[in-house]
C-alpha cells in the first residue's frame, strides 16, 4: 500500500514537471522560430493569398483602381484572346524540355570525371564549379560577346574549322538552344550535389563487382545510377523549378526576342505587372505558372516511387 | 577502389577538354576588357592583347557611377548577411534543439514555401513595399532576410545542429543555463563551418541578384552592381571594350569570396545531406 502510494505521489510530480517542462520548451521553441514563422506570414502565405485574389481583379498599381471582375482574367488567357501568353508559355516549355535533360545527363557524367582519382581533381573542380558563381549579369554579357555573330569568338571558332555559323541569340531558330547553352556553363551547382551524392556510395560495393568480373558499364548501370537515383531525383526537381522561371538570361540577353521567339513565361509575367502595370492580370499568370509547376513537380513525385532507389529500404 | 591507368588518363583528358570550354569564357573576357576596340576587330583574334590597355577600367567604371553601384551593393549584401545568419541561426536552433510539440509539422510548412515559385508572391510583396511607402529604397530587399533568413539555409543549418550530440544541451539545461546561452555558448561556436557555408551563399546570392533591385529600385543613384551593368550595357553596347572592363570588375569580387571560403562549398553541400 505504502509503495503503491509512493509511487502514485512521484509519478503525479513527474507527470507535473513534464508538462511544466513541455510548456517551458513549447515556449522557447515558438519564440526562437518565430521570426521564420512570421516570415512564412509575411513573405509567402499573406502574398499567396494576395496574389489569388489580385488575379481576380483589374488591378493597376499606378494608378490605384481595382475592380473585381471574377474570372476574367483567366477567361482572357485560355481563350486564345491574349496570344502571347500561349506562346510564351510554348517558349517556356520547349526550353524546359531542351534544358532539364541537358543540366541532368552533363553535370551526372561530370561529377562522375570529377569523382575519379585523376592528377589536379581540386583544380578540375573549382574551374568548372567558378562559372556558376557568376553574377547573371555579368554571364549574360560575357555570352552576349561570345555569341555576337560578326565578332563573337563562337562564329570565329566556326568559320576556322570550316563550319557554317549561327545568329546564335539573333536567330528565331537558334535563340533558345543558345540560352540553354549559356545556362549550362553555369551547371557547376548541379555537378557538386551529384559529388556529394557519389561520395556517399561505399566502396566496397565497387569491389563487389570488380570480384565478379564485371566492368566500367556494369558498375555505372548496377550501382551508381541506381545508387544516385535520390540525388538525380532532386536535381531534377529543382531543375525544373528553376527552368520554369528563367528571367535574368531572357531580360538581359534578348528581351524576349527576337520576333517574341526568346518570350519566357517569368519575363512576360514582369512586362505585363511592371511595364503594362496590368498587376491584376499579372497575378493571373504567376497563378498559372504555379500550378504548372505543381503538376510537374507532382508527376515527378509520383513516378519518382518506381525509379527512386532509398538505401535501407526493402525493395 | 582500384582504378585502370588508361580509365584515368581517359579521364583526365576529359577533364582538361571540359575544363578548357569551361576557362575560355572567362580568358576571352579578360582580354577584351584589357584592349581597346582596334585590337579587339584585329582577326585572326588575339588572345594576348598588345599593349594592355588597363585604362579601360578607370573609364568603364567611372562613366557610369560604379562607385556608388558598390557601395550601394555592399550596404544590401551587409544588411541580408547579417539578417540571415542570426535568423536562420535562431530558427534552425529552435527547429532542432528544442524539442515542442508541433515542430516537425511546422517546420515541414515552412520547407513547403521552397518549391513554392518566387513569380506568385513578388506581385503582392511589390504592392505591399509600395503601399508603405519604401520603393525605391532597400528595405524590401534587405528586410526580409531578418525573418527566418530563408528555409534553404535554415534546412542546412538544422542537418548540421541534429547531428550535434543533444547531451551537451541536457547538461547545459541542467546546471541551470537557458536556450539562449545554450544556443551562444554552445551551437554557435561549434557550427562555426556550417555558418560559414550559409554566409557565402547568402554573399553570392544577393550580390548576384538581378530581378529584386529591378524591381524595387527606380533612380540610378540606389542601383546595385548587377543593375548598373545592365544600364551601362543600355548605353554602351558596342563598347565591347569597356563593357568587358566593367563585367570583369562585377565579377572579380565573387570570384576572391568563392575562392577564399572554397573548401566550404562542397563541405556545405554535404551538409545537406543530399548524399545518395
Known amino acids: 500500500m505504502e509503495i503503491s502510494a509512493n509511487t502514485g505521489k512521484s509519478v503525479k510530480t513527474v507527470a507535473r514537471k513534464s508538462s511544466k517542462r513541455e ?15 512570421l516570415g512564412f ?5 499573406g502574398p499567396m493569398i494576395a496574389s489569388l485574389y489580385l488575379s481576380l481583379t483589374d488591378y493597376n498599381v499606378f494608378k490605384d483602381t481595382t475592380s473585381f471582375i471574377g474570372l476574367d482574367n483567366y477567361v482572357k488567357l485560355f ?3 491574349d496570344d502571347l501568353f500561349y506562346k510564351s508559355l510554348g517558349t517556356t516549355f520547349y526550353f524546359v524540355i531542351l534544358r532539364v535533360p541537358a543540366v541532368i545527363i552533363i553535370s551526372f557524367f561530370l561529377a562522375i570525371l570529377l569523382n575519379m582519382n585523376v592528377k589536379g581533381r581540386a583544380i578540375f573542380r573549382t574551374i568548372i564549379y567558378l562559372p556558376s558563381i557568376v553574377p547573371a549579369v555579368a554571364a549574360s554579357m560575357i555570352w552576349l560577346w561570345l555569341m555576337n555573330p560578326d565578332l563573337g569568338l563562337l562564329n570565329m571558332a566556326l568559320n576556322w574549322l570550316h563550319l557554317p555559323t549561327s545568329n546564335w541569340l539573333f536567330g528565331e531558330g537558334s535563340v533558345i538552344p543558345s540560352i540553354v547553352l549559356t ?5 557547376g551547382g548541379t555537378v557538386i550535389i551529384f559529388l556529394a551524392g557519389l561520395s556517399g556510395i561505399p566502396k566496397s560495393y565497387y569491389e563487389a563487382i570488380d570480384v565478379d568480373g564485371g566492368g566500367w558499364y556494369s558498375k555505372l548501370r548496377h550501382i551508381t545510377v541506381p545508387m544516385l537515383t535520390p540525388t538525380i531525383f532532386f536535381n531534377t526537381i529543382m531543375t525544373i523549378i528553376g527552368s520554369f522561371q528563367v528571367f535574368s538570361e531572357a531580360y538581359i540577353l534578348t528581351q524576349g526576342g527576337p520576333n517574341n521567339k526568346s518570350l519566357f513565361f517569368v519575363f512576360y509575367l514582369w512586362r505585363t505587372a511592371f511595364r503594362d502595370t496590368e498587376m491584376g492580370y499579372a497575378s493571373a499568370l504567376a497563378w498559372v505558372l ?7 513537380t507532382v508527376f515527378v513525385f509520383k513516378t519518382s516511387k518506381s525509379w527512386v532507389h532509398y538505401e535501407g529500404e526493402k525493395q | 577502389m582500384r582504378e585502370s591507368r588508361l580509365k584515368l588518363t581517359a579521364g583526365f583528358t576529359s577533364l582538361l577538354i571540359v575544363s578548357a570550354m569551361f576557362i575560355v569564357p572567362f580568358l576571352w ?18 588572345w594576348i592583347p598588345k599593349p594592355f590597355h588597363f585604362e579601360n577600367f578607370k573609364e568603364a567604371l567611372t562613366v557610369v557611377p560604379f562607385g556608388t553601384f558598390f557601395k550601394n551593393t555592399l550596404i544590401i ?7 540571415t545568419v542570426v535568423s536562420s541561426t535562431i530558427a534552425a536552433f529552435g527547429f532542432s534543439r528544442i524539442k515542442w510539440k508541433g515542430r516537425d509539422m511546422v517546420f515541414a510548412i515552412l520547407m513547403s514555401s521552397m518549391m513554392l515559385p518566387g513569380a506568385v508572391t513578388l506581385i503582392p510583396s511589390f504592392i505591399g513595399w509600395k503601399e508603405l511607402g519604401f520603393y525605391d529604397t532597400f528595405y524590401p530587399l534587405i528586410v526580409p532576410a531578418y525573418f527566418g533568413g530563408g528555409m534553404f539555409n535554415i534546412f542546412l543549418l538544422r542537418q548540421f545542429y541534429m547531428s550535434i550530440p543533444q547531451d551537451f544541451d541536457e547538461a547545459a539545461l541542467v546546471d541551470g543555463a537557458n536556450y539562449f546561452q545554450i544556443y551562444w555558448r554552445i551551437l554557435l561556436p561549434l557550427s562555426r563551418s556550417a555558418v560559414i557555408v550559409v554566409a557565402l551563399f547568402t554573399f553570392l546570392a544577393s550580390w548576384n541578384d538581378f530581378m529584386g533591385p529591378l524591381i524595387y529600385l527606380k533612380s540610378d543613384s540606389r542601383f546595385t552592381l548587377a543593375l548598373g551593368l545592365q544600364m551601362f550595357q543600355g548605353s554602351y553596347n558596342a563598347q565591347w571594350d569597356l563593357l568587358m572592363a566593367a563585367s570583369t570588375a562585377v565579377v572579380l569580387p565573387c570570384v576572391l569570396v568563392f575562392l577564399i571560403g572554397q573548401r566550404f562549398f562542397l563541405e556545405g553541400i554535404t551538409l545537406t545531406g543530399l548524399k545518395g
Open chain 1, 290 to 296: 504555379f500550378i504548372i509547376i505543381m503538376i510537374f
Open chain 1, 23 to 37: 510548456r517551458k520548451a513549447l515556449f522557447y521553441g515558438l519564440l526562437f522560430t518565430a521570426p521564420a514563422i
Open chain 1, 79 to 81: 481563350s486564345g484572346e
Open chain 1, 183 to 187: 545556362t549550362l556553363w553555369g551547371i
Open chain 2, 29 to 46: 573576357l579578360l582580354r577584351s576588357s584589357v584592349m581597346d576596340l582596334s585590337q579587339i576587330f584585329i582577326m585572326p583574334p588575339q
Open chain 1, 41 to 45: 506570414i509575411i513573405y509567402t502565405l
Open chain 2, 77 to 83: 549584401v551587409a544588411g541580408v548577411l547579417l539578417g
